[in-house]
């Protein structure tokens, strides 16, 4: 018995497929991916957790009831709600201009369209301060007619604009290049208006790269620190998001509630994972059925 | 090198490719397998270069189970449907892969590999392409270039996967009748894989004729032809009784 | 091409294009311009002075030096997680691929305090490691660590589809030809993905430069040690000194134009090369 299958191990080792590698190579190479991605990826998100209800659960509520944390959810919330419209507008106009004509300059659009993805954020933070900061082009006119845009809410939302603007369209323009104008070109052979043809033709065909981009782009407009970080003056209650608060719940030895918000956000990145999953699943399903 | 198939059966996830199959090729023969697209033909015939290996049944090679042999060590050359050239390689290099991969104790000087080279090329009447791109090639010089570079291992048989599929008409006349007089010269044991009976029947010794993973006949071309075993046979060579 | 015909069958060109460049303008050019106009006014022996201060380069060494170390370890094991999901079936694969963007969609301030925890001095791995005298946290060590985590999607998503792109067949042809696995990764899956290694790499090159929410914590922000030059830049401006942050500012955008130039190029250099462009 154990002579026979001592006869089939060598066989069934030289048995392999043309373009895969040994076993054992196998292994190891899934080994050696599966322990860095749990040092480098889970770690750090079962450490937010931890940490989060490391004095129970009463103390993670009441974390929330402070009237500072909840101001910063509402602005955070508020932000995104102004930032992430926009910037799906902006992406879907961009994309339609981008990938239905051809133009000189296209290409230097696009990259310009990548831009704040190159940028520091702080960078991005910086050049909204040197227009409307107190020393910046608009500070003095600003000051006359008392609007204040750094330090308050309006810079911060202009520079979350600035640097999540992007993601929607970059999720887009690919995407409406790959699938081409047939079909926009056969609406308007049928009379459709540009309207008509937007919602009924290219709007059904984008639904998941546009889902796909809004999703990044709130995570994103929901998480900035860099950006708002310059232009905010982290004034306790009037403001700071959500990052800007635990940055100061931890600066204070609040650990406990710093990390009790960041786990709001933490789950609310692994939602917008999972979301992106979906979105591109349906998307791949979409594919094969209509094989467009 | 004489081939030999013995009761080979292949099973994929969704239905069984082949059932069964056993035939065998003589030293020196050209060989063609034939049948219509999703016959099994192709699984065959890399089942026989070991790039899938069957459930049941055997591969012979001059006698010697190679059955459980992985692909690099049978030297079985093979002419891929689409080339399968190596794009960032020059046809040189191309052609050449097969002697500089060896192990070093087999490997051959530079000067014998470029002699070598040289040699296939001309056997394959492109000897001015040497330093060109696969890219830069038209589709039947490209096929010509995998000729040469499964030629370059001195394989004991060779095996074409549809060579001549993606060509146009006039192109793959021209290499029928090349690839024939290529085997009456070398007397290299070849099987090659077609759908088009009209290319079998005009360069192959002997047909193989597939159907659903089972062989429907085996025999020489006139053979098939006078007597077909089947109707399968008869409604795929078009040889249906006299109509009205 | 049917340029011309396009802009006459599908409407709304001037509408959408228009739209798009007001509000570039608005929010990046505009704003930019600021940037190099702040920097001009200084003059360059404003710009030379401020980044030659040893605060300055030095911090401009750790955000240009660490994250080079930090891009060189994600290239590596990027590519090697790309190999492995594009190529390997295995329970949790899945899950795993989806995991890759988590560093896209986190919070970087969230990240931040959770690398901190982990590796300060009493911290999960922060504590195993002080018997050996080993720091992590507020060492130069922490931002290399921070800066893989913010780095690895880059290299991953650059070089699997490159990876899932590969023709079997071609793979097939090596090993008809007597060629063992490894060479046939050494001659012909290596130069094919090559590229794209370089790409994601300079990619995430680029990102580490300017990271700063995730950074921050962990530095420990000593200057001349772990100080970053986003950091300096806050500094400056909480100093009102708007002309110095705006030179180090344009210092970092310059060189980050500069990696996206080489991106850019490798990118156009790949596409070549597989007869894509």
């Known amino acids: 018995m154990a002579g026979a299958i001592a006869l089939l191990k060598p066989r069934m080792a030289a048995r392999r497929a043309a373009t895969s590698e040994s076993l054992v190579i196998k292994v190891i190479f899934i080994t050696i991916v599966l322990a860095f991605f749990a040092l480098f990826l889970v770690l750090p998100l079962v450490v937010v957790f931890q940490e989060a209800f490391s004095k129970g659960l009463t103390v993670f509520l009441k974390t929330f009831e402070d009237r500072a944390t909840a101001h910063a959810v509402w602005l955070t919330l508020l932000v995104a709600a102004i930032a992430v419209p926009l910037n799906t507008i902006f992406g879907v106009t961009a994309a339609w201009s981008i990938s239905r004509f051809r133009f000189r300059g296209r290409s230097f659009l696009i990259t310009l369209i990548d831009l704040p993805l190159w940028i520091s954020p702080v960078v991005g933070g910086l050049i909204y301060v040197l227009v409307f900061g107190a020393q910046g082009w608009l500070g003095p006119w600003l000051q006359a007619n008392d609007i204040r845009v750094i330090f308050a809410i309006p810079g911060i939302v202009l520079v979350t604009v600035f640097v999540t603007f992007p993601f929607v369209a970059r999720g887009l323009i690919p995407l409406m290049q790959a699938q081409g104008a047939r079909e926009e070109e056969a609406a308007a052979t049928l009379g459709a208006n540009g309207w008509q043809m937007f919602m009924r033709v290219t709007l059904p065909k984008i639904k998941w790269g546009l889902l796909y981009g809004v999703i990044l782009c709130n995570a994103r407009a929901m998480g900035e620190f860099g950006a708002v970080s310059v232009v905010s003056g982290h004034i306790r209650g009037k403001t700071n998001t959500m990052p800007l608060h635990i940055e100061i719940l931890y600066n204070e030895y609040h650990f406990a509630s710093a990390f009790a918000v960041a786990s709001v956000l933490a789950l609310l990145a692994l939602l917008s994972l999972a979301i992106k999953t979906f979105a591109e699943w349906q998307f791949a399903r979409q594919l094969r059925q209509t094989n467009m | 090198m004489s081939i030999s198939i013995k009761n080979v059966s292949k099973n994929f996830v969704h239905f069984p490719a082949l059932d069964d199959v056993s035939f065998s090729v003589e030293k020196g023969e050209l060989v063609a397998l034939l049948g219509p697209s999703g016959s099994g033909k192709t699984t065959l015939l890399r089942i026989i270069a070991g790039l899938e290996f069957p459930e049941i049944g055997q591969v012979f090679f001059e006698g010697e189970d190679v059955t459980e042999l992985s692909a690099y060590k049978r030297k079985a050359g093979f002419v891929f449907q689409s080339y399968a050239l190596f794009q960032h390689m020059n046809v040189f290099e191309n052609v050449a892969f097969g002697l500089r991969v060896r192990r070093s104790a087999d490997r051959p000087t530079e000067e014998v590999i470029q002699q070598r080279v040289q040699s296939l090329l001309e056997t394959v009447q492109l000897p001015e392409q040497a330093r060109k791109l696969p890219a830069q090639l038209s589709g039947g010089q490209r096929q010509r270039i995998a000729f040469a570079r499964a030629l370059a291992i001195e394989p004991k048989v060779l095996l074409l996967d549809e060579p001549f599929g993606a060509l146009d008409a006039k192109v793959r006349k021209d290499l029928r009748q090349w690839l024939r007089a290529f085997q009456n010269q070398t007397h290299l044991t070849s099987l090659f894989v077609t759908h088009d009976q009209e290319e079998a029947f005009e360069v192959a010794d002997r047909v193989v004729i597939i159907d659903k993973g089972k062989i429907q006949q085996i025999g020489t071309p006139n053979e098939v032809r006078s007597h077909p075993a089947n109707a399968f046979v008869e409604d795929f060579l078009g040889l249906a009784p006299a109509g009205p | ?277």
């Open chain 3, 1 to 277: 091409m049917a340029a011309k015909h396009l802009r006459k069958v599908l409407p709304g060109f001037g509408l959408t294009i228009g739209w798009t460049l007001i509000y570039l303008t608005l929010i990046v050019l505009i704003p930019l311009s600021a940037l190099f106009l702040k920097t001009a006014s200084g003059g360059w022996e404003h710009i030379w002075g401020t980044v030659t201060e040893p605060r300055v380069l030095a911090s401009l060494r750790v955000s240009f030096g660490v994250s080079l170390a930090a891009a060189l370890c994600n290239g590596f094991f990027g590519v090697l997680a790309a190999w492995v999901l594009a190529r390997y079936e295995f329970p949790g694969r899945k899950l795993l691929d989806a995991m890759v963007d988590l560093p896209f969609a986190l919070p970087t301030a969230v990240a931040g305090i959770a690398l901190t925890a982990i590796y300060a001095p009493n911290g999960m791995i922060g504590s195993l490691l002080m018997p050996y005298d080993i720091k992590v946290a507020y060492t130069q060590l922490g931002i290399f660590i921070a800066l893989v985590f913010i780095g690895l999607p880059f290299v991953v998503r650059t070089v699997q589809p490159v990876i899932q792109d590969l023709s079997a067949e071609v793979e097939e042809a090596a090993a008809t030809l007597g060629a063992g696995r490894w060479q046939t990764f050494q001659r012909i899956i290596f130069p094919a993905v090559l590229p794209s290694i370089l790409t994601g790499t300079t990619l995430a090159y680029g990102r580490a430069v300017g990271e700063f929410g995730s950074v921050v914590f962990i530095a420990g922000n000593i200057p001349g040690k772990t100080e970053i030059a986003p950091l300096l830049i806050i500094t400056k401006l909480e100093q009102y000194d708007y002309t110095g942050a705006a030179a180090i500012g344009f210092v970092m955008l310059v060189g980050a134009f500069v990696i996206l130039l080489v991106s850019n190029g490798l990118q156009s250099w790949d596409n070549k090369r597989r007869g894509l462009a």
